[in-house]
């Protein structure tokens, strides 16, 4: 079973655990929310173009109003089936930061929450995404920021100028944090204002 299939699995558990109104760390959504926007990402290729363009997002928000009025259970169900036959192929490239990060949404969308302890070859796969979303996640920032973890491995997401802000932590809550999260676990170095800066930035991919 690919990591990708391990994370939903764990992803519907943890909803099913949390309950349809419970909050996420996707905005305003629910887990009944989020649950929808996996089906349709998935599922609805006419409206999941509108998770990236503009000009088809009233269309998705729609579609995905709809299917969010169905049964949680049936919702539930229908994420834990797992892509459509002709997605399957690329099922553990497409959803494996999809998952993983959806399933941490859910788990740390109340207080409380406590991070996991990976294993070494899933850690090893979310580096190995990290590196090639990095630069594209801090593009924005005014400072320089590089990524390391405690295992020695670095890498800078993005180069501007002298000051340097770095973020220690494992894999895991580095790309969380690369895809705009702020409820992680890392260590953060630099000057403090530049600390808060990157904290800050519209780190979205």
């Not at 949680?72 to 892509?83: A, H, R």
């Not at 690329?90 to 999809?98: K, Q, R």
């Not at 005014?142 to 990524?147: C, D, F, N, S």
């Not at 491995?153 to 501007?160: D, G, I, L, P, S």
Request: hydrophobic letters at 40%; charged letters at 25%.
């Amino acid at each position: 079973m690919s990591m990708a299939q391990r994370e939903r699995q764990a992803l519907v558990q943890a909803m099913a655990a949390a309950g349809p109104d419970a909050a996420t760390l996707c905005g305003e959504w629910t887990v009944r929310d989020l649950a929808a926007h996996l089906i349709v990402r998935e599922r609805r290729p006419d409206a999941a173009p509108g998770i990236m363009l503009k000009p088809f997002e009233p269309y998705l928000e729609n579609v995905q109003r709809k299917v969010a009025r169905r049964p949680f259970p049936q919702l539930l169900d229908t994420v834990k089936s797992g892509p459509p036959w002709y997605l399957r192929p690329v099922d553990a490239l497409m959803n494996l930061t999809e998952m993983f990060i959806h399933h941490e949404d859910v788990r740390r969308g109340t207080p409380g929450w406590e991070p996991r302890v990976l294993p070494a070859a899933d850690e090893d796969r979310l580096w190995k995404v990290l590196t090639g979303l990095a630069r594209m996640a801090y593009r924005k920032s005014p400072v320089t920021v590089a990524l390391a973890t405690p295992d020695g491995r670095q890498t800078v997401a993005h180069k501007a100028g002298e000051r340097t802000v770095v973020l220690a932590g494992p894999p895991s809550e580095l790309l969380l944090h690369a895809f705009g999260r702020n409820e992680v676990r890392l260590e953060a170095t630099g000057d403090p204002e530049d600390v808060h800066t990157v904290y800050a930035l519209d780190r979205s991919v």
